[in-house]
């Protein structure tokens, strides 16, 4: 599904994801704290786990033709990324 879109629509998506991204991962960096991995950081992460999601969801033979779909898995798939990257990052904090 991403792979198949021009470059306009393209950054388009990334930029919204971005922005969203933005909002969500401040936050969590105000309930996170030093737990986190900052605004910045959560934004970055959310982005990437937010795509990953999405090629993982398409690469499994799932379209996602319906935009509240594709956000469903999105959404999901970049909570899921950053709570498994803050749980690796308690888990290295305590050794």
Sequence with gaps: MLL???TSWLLMTVASV???GFFFGSALD???QEDGFGST???LLFTLGFFVAIMVANE???VLRDLKLAVAWG???A???IAALAL???GLARL
Excluded: E, Q, R, S
Aim: aromatic fraction near 12%; glycine fraction near 16%; avoid cysteine.
């Design 4 to 6: 198949h879109l021009d």
């Design 18 to 20: 971005a922005v969203f």
């Design 30 to 32: 105000a309930i996170m």
């Design 41 to 43: 950081g959560n934004t």
């Design 60 to 62: 499994h033979g799932i």
């Design 75 to 77: 959404l999901g798939g």
């Design 79 to 81: 909570f899921a990324f």
């Design 88 to 90: 690796l990052k308690a």
